[in-house]
């Protein structure tokens, strides 16, 4: 019998939480450290993905994706180890997608190539911003000569690069972010990631805008406008919306994600990674321990997680509204009554299409583009008392 979370496909998500420095939006679990043993990592790495793969034994995975922290700092042995031991644990789709993060200050040549030669077909750049005075601002370490030199360093080693840019910056302005978003798009391959800056508690720009000291951001309506003008011009140059933040041609879509916004099943290995895991037909949440020596230590004993916790079924509703309605293919009614176990009231979609923030199209539910706007409130209508 077909499991739910085969509609959305089978993922495979590695951390590794280190980076050369921390930036000051960032809320991830990333590190800076001066001596990092990779022979160590790469054999917690291994004996994780064995027991992961003892839990899945027979699914046919669709997509890995090396997240961070920065991945491009991994040892390419370390990374060309994990995939051929991915290989020999699980069965894999003919177009498996296999994604590494990468910073441009971390790119040379001779490591893209063996990244390549180790099996990676996809990297995921993280340029930011395509000035000097802003990636200062925002605590990067290359500059934007560095940042073009390194996509022109992928580009010749990997036929699908991505890059993300932040937006929303401070002082910023509406015309600025139109002028460099069309420079972004004709470098741009075939899929972009665009995320408007959002303040986190935690991080080094959370308490600075605690503070008060964190000045010329932008007001709520020019952030709207950036977010509109985003879409606008990223459909002008072929590069449509296929999820709030993501664009991409027509194919390009990242797989791995659609995994998660589709709520497919994933695995997270490395420290503070998250999964989504059917077992027995149960759908379960599961979260490694953060701190890396925490994590690093007890791989060698197969204790590198907290407990699993089993996800009810108005939890799984809930998250499957929250994933599966950022993307413009929207959700599947019928596959949300099945994991709900209850329908959304008509009253509900009806008054919703009314004001239009969505559209039905047969039992697909499609958040409109005025709906993006507004998606968490949108959501919260969806969601039953």
């Not at 800076?32 to 043993?37: G, H, L, M, Q």
């Not at 290359?142 to 992928?154: I, M, P, R, S």
């Not at 916790?309 to 929250?322: D, G, I, K, N």
Request: overall charge negative.
């Amino acid at each position: 019998m077909t499991e739910d979370w085969q509609q959305g496909g089978f993922g495979l998500y590695i951390h590794w939480p280190f980076c050369e420095a921390k930036c000051p939006y960032c809320d991830f679990n990333s590190h800076v450290s001066r001596s990092i043993d990779q022979s160590a990592w790469r054999d917690a790495y291994l004996k994780e993905l064995a027991r992961a793969a003892s839990m899945t034994k027979g699914r046919v995975l669709n997509a890995v994706f090396f997240g961070g922290g920065t991945p491009s700092l991994m040892d390419p042995d370390t990374v060309a180890a994990i995939i051929d031991a991915i290989r020999k644990h699980w069965p894999t789709a003919n177009d498996l997608e296999i994604t590494l993060e990468a910073n441009p200050s971390s790119v040379e040549a001779g490591r893209f190539a063996a990244f390549r030669q180790a099996g990676v077909s996809r990297v995921s750049m993280g340029i930011q911003a395509l000035n000097d005075p802003d990636l200062k601002r925002l605590g990067r370490l290359h500059t934007t000569d560095e940042a073009l030199k390194a996509f022109e360093v992928a580009r010749q080693h990997f036929d699908r690069v991505s890059f993300d840019l932040i937006y929303g910056r401070q002082d910023q302005t509406l015309q600025n972010w139109k002028s460099e978003l069309k420079e972004a798009l004709t470098l741009a391959i075939d899929h972009i990631s665009l995320y408007q800056l959002t303040i986190e508690g935690g991080t080094a720009f959370g308490d600075r805008y605690a503070r008060g000291k964190l000045n010329g951001l932008p007001s709520e309506d020019l952030g709207a406008d950036m977010f509109e003008a985003t879409q606008e011009i990223c459909s002008e140059f072929g590069m449509p919306a296929y999820e709030v933040s993501n664009h991409a041609r027509d194919g390009a879509q990242s797989r791995h994600n659609l995994i998660y916004w589709r709520y497919g099943d994933y695995i997270g290995i490395g420290p503070g990674a998250h999964g989504r895991l059917t077992l027995n037909g149960i759908k379960f949440a599961t979260e490694c321990f953060s701190n890396p020596n925490r994590w690093l230590t007890g791989a060698a004993v197969g204790e590198v997680e907290k407990p699993k916790l089993a996800l009810s079924r108005s939890e799984q509703a809930t998250e499957f509204l929250l994933m599966g309605l950022r993307l413009k293919e929207g959700i599947s009614l019928d596959r949300y009554e099945t994991i709900s176990g209850q329908r959304i009231p008509d009253e509900t979609l009806a008054h919703l299409i009314e004001i239009g923030m969505v559209n039905l199209s047969g039992s697909q539910l499609i958040v409109t583009d005025q709906g993006v706007n507004v998606l968490n409130a949108v959501i919260e209508a969806l969601l039953p008392d």
